[in-house]
C-alpha cells in the first residue's frame, strides 16, 4: 500500500502544521486558566474545549466550500464516529493529567505519538524514511529525553498532585493523539479539514458531555469572566490549532508532519514560564533547543 503522502513538502501545507502547533500550544495554558478563572474541574473544561471548538468549525465548515471532498460517503461509511471517539479519550487523558503533572511534562509526553506514528507510516504506509530524518528524528527524541529527565531533579514540582499518574496520563494521551492524527492524514485524500474536524469534534463533546456531568467538579464557571478561557481554547486552540494541522496533514508526509508538531512542547513550555510561573530549569532549556535543532534537521532531509 502506498503511502497517503507526498515525498515532498508542501510549503502552505506545511506553515499550516505550524501554525496549529502553535494554536495548539495554548490549549494546556488556557485549560489550566478556565479551571482557575472558572472555578472548573480541568473534565469539564475539556467539554467546553469540544463544544465552543465543534460551534468554531461548524460555521466554516457549513458556509465554505466543500470541493475538497471527494467520494465522502463511500469512504467514511458508518465510520464517522471513530475519531470523534479517540477525540474524547486523548482530551479526557491530556486535561486531566494537568492537575498531577506540569504542562511543559504533560505536552512533552503527549508528543511521543511521533513514534507511534512514524512505525506505523513505515510499516503499513510503505513511507521511506531516510538516514538524515533518522538523524533528525534521533536528536528530537534527545531533546524530549532531556526535557522529560530535568522534572526528576527539580526540588519542587510546578504543581501539587502525583506527577508519576500526571506522565501515565500524558503517555496514554500520545497513544490517542497518534491514532487520531493518523485517521485524519488517512481521511484528508477524501475529506475537507472542516468536515473531518466538525465530525469528530462533535462526537467528542457528545461523549465527554456525561463525564463531565458525573464529575466531582460544577460544570458552569462561576463567574462571567470564567468564560473567556474556555471560549479562546474552543475557538483559537481547538479549532484554529486542530483545523490548521488537518489542513496541514494533507501535504507533508505523515513522519514529518509528527516531528513538525514538536514545535507544540517548545511553546507550550515557554508560554507556561510566562503566563502560568512554571518556571524551566537549564535543562529544560537546553532540552527545547536539541527539540528545535533536531526537527531542523527532519525538514531538511524531506525537501
Known amino acids: 500500500m502506498n503511502s497517503p503522502s507526498d515525498q515532498k513538502i508542501s510549503w502552505p501545507h506545511f506553515f499550516g502544521l505550524v501554525g496549529g502547533a502553535v494554536g495548539i500550544a495554548f490549549a494546556p495554558i488556557f485549560a489550566v486558566l478556565g479551571a482557575q478563572i472558572g472555578n472548573l474541574g480541568l473534565i469539564e473544561v475539556a467539554f467546553w474545549r469540544l463544544l465552543f471548538g465543534t460551534l468554531a468549525i461548524g460555521l466554516v465548515f457549513f458556509f465554505s466550500d466543500r470541493a475538497g471532498d471527494e467520494n465522502g460517503k463511500s469512504r467514511w461509511g458508518y465510520w464517522m464516529w471513530f475519531p470523534g471517539l479517540i477525540f474524547a479519550g486523548d482530551f479526557a487523558a491530556w486535561h486531566w493529567s494537568f492537575e498531577h503533572t506540569s504542562v511543559a511534562n504533560s505536552t512533552l509526553l503527549a508528543n511521543v505519538a511521533i513514534v507511534f506514528i512514524t512505525i506505523f507510516?513505515?510499516?503499513?504506509?510503505?513511507?521511506?524514511?531516510?538516514?538524515?530524518?533518522?538523524?533528525?528524528?534521533?536528536?528530537?527524541?534527545?531533546?524530549?529525553?532531556?526535557?522529560?529527565?530535568?522534572?526528576?531533579?527539580?526540588?519542587?514540582?510546578?504543581?501539587?498532585?502525583?506527577?508519576?499518574?500526571?506522565?501515565?496520563?500524558?503517555?496514554?494521551?500520545?497513544?490517542?493523539?497518534?491514532?487520531?492524527?493518523?485517521?485524519?492524514?488517512?481521511?484528508?485524500?477524501?475529506?475537507?479539514?472542516?468536515?473531518?474536524?466538525?465530525?469528530?469534534?462533535?462526537v467528542a463533546a457528545v461523549l465527554m458531555l456525561p463525564v463531565a456531568l458525573i464529575h466531582q467538579g460544577p460544570i458552569f464557571p462561576d463567574t462571567l469572566v470564567g468564560w473567556w478561557p474556555l471560549v479562546a481554547l474552543g475557538v483559537i486552540s481547538h479549532a484554529g490549532g486542530q483545523g490548521l494541522i488537518a489542513y496541514g496533514l494533507k501535504g507533508v508526509p505523515a513522519s514529518l508532519g509528527a516531528m513538525t508538531l514538536l514545535v507544540q512542547p517548545v511553546c507550550t513550555a515557554g508560554l507556561g514560564v510566562w503566563i502560568l510561573g512554571q518556571a524551566l530549569i537549564p535543562m529544560q532549556v537546553l532540552g527545547g533547543g536539541v527539540v528545535l535543532l533536531g526537527l531542523a534537521l527532519a525538514i531538511r532531509s524531506k525537501v
Open 121 to 202: 507510516s513505515w510499516l503499513v504506509w510503505k513511507e521511506k524514511i531516510s538516514r538524515a530524518f533518522l538523524v533528525g528524528a534521533l536528536v528530537a527524541a534527545g531533546g524530549v529525553v532531556l526535557l522529560v529527565a530535568s522534572s526528576a531533579v527539580r526540588e519542587k514540582p510546578p504543581v501539587d498532585g502525583n506527577p508519576v499518574f500526571g506522565d501515565f496520563l500524558a503517555l496514554v494521551t500520545a497513544c490517542f493523539y497518534g491514532t487520531y492524527l493518523l485517521l485524519i492524514k488517512y481521511f484528508r485524500r477524501w475529506h475537507s479539514a472542516p468536515r473531518l474536524l466538525f465530525w469528530a469534534s462533535a
